[in-house]
């Protein structure tokens, strides 16, 4: 390359060499200006007051494009907590509802205890595991039967009052007859009067029915019914019903009252079965004949009457169904 191309800072001449000079020494004065004052400082300080808004203007896309980002997976993120927030929600839920069921159940259950140390009786503890509540037909499933020793006609009871008795047992079930069944009939006393009468099921929606009562009986709305112990059936003292109404019979020579069931029959889950006083359905058996006096029996010497030939006569069956 010719000198004529050559930057004229590096020439060989002397005017170069002066500006070359001039320059290292004008930046060392600037070096020590902005060492001891910090005159450069404001100048950049400036310069970047002038500048920065450039950069952003160029920075604009790539932050818009992360802003985007972060808004798409925030709103992914949110939605997802969302979720498990609210199955967390119903799974509490329903941990709370089945702790009240809970708390529920271990409350019937105390009541049931409470009753069984206050009766002194044998009783034993059956759950419901079948229902049928029919226009003709109010019935009940035990889950004990034949094998737990459960035998027809044993009464059963709830914390609050009569539910019924077992009328058919199988080998690991029973089934009740409710107070309120069309076909059943239980003796029952008038507590604040001492009138007894018989309270029957009726099919108008778990009610008992009084129709026998005397005109002159005293018996008003809010009279207990507990049982009388007649019969033999139910044992004396449990409560049956509450007197809801009492108006003359359609014949027009008796009363008629209506009551509701003391015992909880559609809601009750644990009822207790009592033992030691189930009797026999049906009319008691004839009782065996006296034997002859001392002075007219055979001596032990005497023969003893030959029997007659033939298989012994056949004890009278006892009458189907319910005593009422």
Avoid: C
């Amino acid at each position: 390359m010719g000198p004529e191309s050559s930057s004229p800072l590096f020439s060989g001449s002397v005017a170069g060499t002066l500006r070359l000079i001039f320059y290292l020494a004008l930046a060392m004065v600037l070096m020590v200006l902005d060492h001891r004052n910090g005159w450069l400082w404001r100048v950049r300080y400036g310069a970047a007051v002038v500048v920065e808004p450039l950069y952003r203007l160029a920075g604009l896309p790539a932050a818009g494009m992360h802003a985007l980002g972060v808004a798409f997976s925030d709103r992914q993120r949110l939605t997802e907590q969302n979720q498990r927030l609210r199955e967390d929600l119903l799974l509490a839920n329903a941990k709370l509802n089945r702790m009240a069921a809970v708390a529920e159940q271990n409350e019937r259950l105390k009541e049931l205890l409470d009753t069984r140390h206050s009766l002194k009786l044998k009783v034993q503890l059956a759950r419901v595991v079948g229902v049928d509540l029919g226009a003709y037909r109010h019935r009940l499933l035990l889950d004990v039967g034949a094998r737990q020793g459960v035998q027809p006609g044993q009464p059963v009871i709830d914390a609050h009052g009569v539910m019924g008795q077992v009328v058919q047992v199988l080998p690991t079930t029973s089934v009740v007859m409710l107070v309120t069944d069309p076909d059943d009939a239980v003796p029952v006393v008038v507590e604040r009067t001492g009138l007894r009468t018989v309270a029957y099921g009726s099919r108008d929606g778990g009610q008992l029915t009084l129709p026998d009562i005397p005109r002159a009986a005293d018996v008003k709305a809010g009279d207990r019914l507990i049982t009388s112990g007649i019969g033999g059936r139910y044992p004396p003292g449990f409560p049956v019903g509450e007197v809801q109404a009492v108006a003359p019979s359609p014949t027009g020579m008796f009363l008629e009252a209506h009551a509701r069931p003391s015992a909880d029959l559609d809601r009750s889950q644990d009822v207790l079965v009592l033992h030691d006083l189930a009797a026999p359905a049906g009319p008691p058996e004839p009782a065996a004949p006296a034997g002859p006096p001392a002075e007219l029996a055979p001596s032990s010497s005497a023969p003893a009457p030959a029997r007659p030939a033939g298989p012994p006569p056949a004890k009278p069956a006892p009458a189907a169904g319910t005593p009422r």
